[in-house]
């Protein structure tokens, strides 16, 4: 699996765009970059997942860049409720195994004040 | 939206106990999970199953640890003899149905304490 690297925490202000960026140097042709969401004593929810260029959602956008060292996370106009823990994982997601376990950094503690 | 629940929400126990946390994943799903996250740590892999044996497995599930999916619905993570060290938020997760992305779907967790 590849190692992931992302800022332990992050601040921000609601209504401005919070870029959250990965670097993920060893990544492999089949790895796909999926983010994930926790909330405090929540299980962690499923953001994104891009395996190249851009990826849009109703939530967040998912910039990687042609050589896929790196890619970033965009959430447009936060609120308070968008303060939380974003995990950036990288993994053959579509193994034939398929069963896989994730494997989880420290992630990124985004607070976002009022 | 289908969604994995998880019961029950808080267990507490005594050291040396045994117990049983209940995970429904979402219908039709083929593969499942557990995870665990002591507090202010990682959340850290568990086990996998699918085709009703395990997949995978990390070095925290030793034998004091098991899994089984009793019926079509419920899948469950059983502690044979508890520690202190077990305290910890348990996370379920499934994945996997027909025409789906491979996302995994996590539950609410079970926050196991203990004593």
């Known amino acids: 699996l590849a190692k992931t690297t992302q800022p332990i925490s992050m601040d921000s202000y609601e209504g401005q765009e919070v870029n959250i960026t990965c670097s993920h140097n060893?990544?492999?042709?089949?790895?796909?970059i999926t983010w994930y969401q926790q909330f405090p004593s929540q299980g962690p929810r499923f953001i994104i997942q891009?395996?190249?260029t851009k990826v849009t959602n109703e939530v967040a956008s998912l910039f990687i860049p042609a050589d896929r060292k790196s890619s970033t996370l965009s959430l447009p106009r936060v609120s308070l409720s968008d303060t939380a823990v974003y995990y950036c994982?990288?993994?053959?997601?579509?193994?034939?195994?398929?069963?896989?376990?994730?494997?989880f950094g420290k992630g990124t503690h985004l607070i976002i004040q009022p | 939206e289908p969604e994995v629940t998880q019961t029950p929400s808080h267990q507490v126990t005594q050291m040396g106990q045994e117990v049983i946390l209940r995970c429904v994943p979402i219908?039709?799903?083929?593969?499942f999970y557990w995870y665990r996250q002591i507090l202010g740590q990682k959340v850290e892999f568990l086990v996998s199953?699918?085709?009703?044996?395990?997949?995978?497995k990390s070095e925290i599930f030793d034998d004091q640890f098991s899994v089984e999916r009793p019926d079509g619905s419920n899948f469950t993570l059983k502690i044979r003899s508890t520690k202190l060290e077990d305290s910890a938020m348990y996370f379920c997760?499934?994945?996997?149905?027909?025409?789906?992305?491979?996302?995994?779907?996590f539950g609410p967790g079970t926050r196991l304490t203990v004593l």
């Open positions: 997760a499934s994945k996997g149905r027909v025409g789906s992305t491979d996302t995994q779907y």
């Open positions: 060893n990544i492999a042709t089949n790895d796909y």
């Open positions: 891009g395996y190249k």
């Open positions: 994982l990288v993994g053959d997601a579509r193994s034939g195994g398929g069963a896989d376990g994730l494997t």
């Open positions: 219908s039709n799903h083929l593969y």
């Open positions: 199953f699918y085709n009703n044996e395990i997949s995978e």
